[in-house]
Nanobody, 115 residues
C-alpha cells in the first residue's frame, strides 16, 4: 500500500522560510512524478510544484522563484523548500503521487504565514 507522510509545516513570519518533507513507501519511488499541493481555507486544492523522474520541475506561477521542489531517491523523499513566504501561502500542504491510475495523498502538513 502506498503511504505518504509529510512533515515540516509550522508558523512562520512573512519573508521567512520552511522546508517541507514527504516520505513515501509502498512504491518504486524513483520512477514516479511527485507533486506538492496545497489547500487554503475556503479554497480548492491546487498544485504547487511537480518533479518528474528525471528531476525536471514545474511550479505554479505564484510560487515560481520562491519555492524549490527536490527529491532524494535514496531516501524516498520529496522536499519543498519555501522561501520569502507570504500570508497567502497559508494552507495545508500535501504531497501526492499517481500510481496505476490512482492518486495517493498524504495527511498534509499545515503552514501558517503570519506576523
Amino acid at each position: 500500500q502506498v503511504r505518504l507522510v509529510e512533515s515540516g509545516g509550522g508558523l512562520v513570519q512573512p519573508g521567512g522560510s520552511l522546508r517541507l518533507s514527504c516520505t513515501a513507501s509502498g512504491l518504486t519511488f524513483k520512477i514516479h512524478t511527485l507533486d506538492w499541493n496545497r489547500q487554503a481555507p475556503g479554497k480548492q486544492r491546487e498544485l504547487v510544484a511537480r518533479i518528474d523522474s528525471t528531476g525536471t520541475s514545474t511550479y505554479e506561477e505564484s510560487v515560481q522563484g520562491r519555492f524549490t521542489i527536490s527529491r532524494d531517491n535514496a531516501w524516498n523523499r520529496v522536499y519543498l523548500q519555501m522561501n520569502n513566504l507570504k500570508p497567502e501561502d497559508t494552507a495545508v500542504y500535501y504531497c501526492s503521487v499517481n500510481r496505476a491510475g490512482r492518486t495517493f495523498w498524504g495527511q498534509g502538513t499545515p503552514v501558517t504565514v503570519s506576523s
